[in-house]
Each structure stands twice: as C-alpha cells, then as structure tokens.
C-alpha cells in the first residue's frame, strides 16, 4: 500500500501561478497528477517516471504546468504557472508501479485525497 499526502493548491487570480507537492509513503515507478473540475471526468495532468527524464502532459497544460520529482524524499512537486479559470479543479496525486496507457485514469493504483485549486477571472 502506498500512501500520498498532497499539500499546495489554493486559490488564485488568472494569470498567477500556485505549486503543489505529493509526498508517497514509498517509491513508485511513476507520480503524476490528474484533476477533476465540477460536471466533468477525470482529466490525466501529468506525470513522471522515477527516471525523471521524460515528463507527460495533458494538452491543456503544456508550456504553463511543470512537474519535477525528489526520489530521495518520494516526493513529486507541480509548478502551475499563467493559470486559467478553466484550471479549476480538485486536484488528485497519483502513482502507479506500472501502466500500460499513462493517460488511463484505471491505470493508476494509489490516489491522493486531492485539494481544491480555484483560478478567479
């Protein structure tokens, strides 16, 4: 069993910037995130092999978000930079000790308790 405690969130004006961490109980192949705004599914963020060296993210995120990982600490950290209103969501951590479709909700086996981000206009 591995368990994630998020920290971070919050809310901000549009254009600002909030971060994130998750610290896991223990390592995992892979940490990422996945959000879910109010009427809507589950929306894969992105996420980070503990290799580190090839970070994935969703469409609406790239260029403004940025994930980074301490393995030392199991730790993952999400730098959410120009957010939008359309960021708004709770956001969950995730890890996986292995997956077959990284954007896969299902593919995902440890889950955070998630935090609110509100982005104001």
């Known amino acids: 069993q591995v368990e994630l405690v998020e920290s971070g969130g919050g809310l901000v004006q549009a254009g600002g910037s909030l971060g994130l961490s998750c610290a896991a109980s223990r390592r995992t192949y892979a940490m990422g995130w996945f959000r879910q705004a109010p009427g809507k599914e589950r929306e894969f963020v992105t996420v980070?092999?503990?290799?580190?060296?090839?970070?994935m993210y969703g469409d609406s995120v790239k260029g403004r978000f940025t994930i980074s990982r301490d393995n030392a600490k199991n730790t993952v950290y999400l730098q959410m930079n120009s957010l939008k209103p359309d960021d708004t969501a709770v956001y969950y951590c995730v890890a996986a000790y292995y997956y077959r479709d990284y954007h896969s909700a299902g593919d995902y086996q440890y889950w955070g308790q998630g935090t609110q981000v509100t982005v104001t206009s």
């Open positions: 980070l092999t503990v290799t580190g060296n090839l970070p």
